[in-house]
């Protein structure tokens, strides 16, 4: 995605570090997608390792539709996903911290 085709306010996001942490926020159809992708793609490009990339999405259709953009979008696999949903992210926490543990899995 060319950032010639982001807004000023996307063109902040994508212009984020890939190690920043960032919440972007606005109303529906505002762009928050198209910046956060513009993101996660300079960042892949610059050469940042897709498995230690994270976006949060509000629900689980809207992580399973960035994600799938993404990977139209990249043209390659990741070993993770690139976006999930907060309850995932802390599910997939608790899960590893089990298995380190040896404990039975949530």
Not at 24 to 52: D, F, H, R
Not at 55 to 74: F, H, I
Not at 79 to 102: D, E
């Amino acid at each position: 995605m060319s950032s010639l085709s982001l807004f000023a306010g996307q063109k902040q996001v994508a212009q984020l570090s890939a190690a920043s942490i960032a919440k972007v926020t606005g109303s529906p159809g505002s762009g928050k997608t198209s910046a956060i992708k513009a993101l996660v793609i300079a960042a892949i490009a610059n050469g940042a390792n897709p498995e230690q990339l994270l976006v949060l999405a509000a629900s689980r259709e809207s992580a399973n539709s960035l994600r799938d953009e993404l990977a139209v979008d990249l043209q390659m696999s990741t070993g993770g996903p690139l976006a999930r949903t907060l309850t995932s992210f802390a599910f997939g926490v608790l899960r590893q911290k089990a298995v380190a543990l040896g404990h039975r899995l949530p």
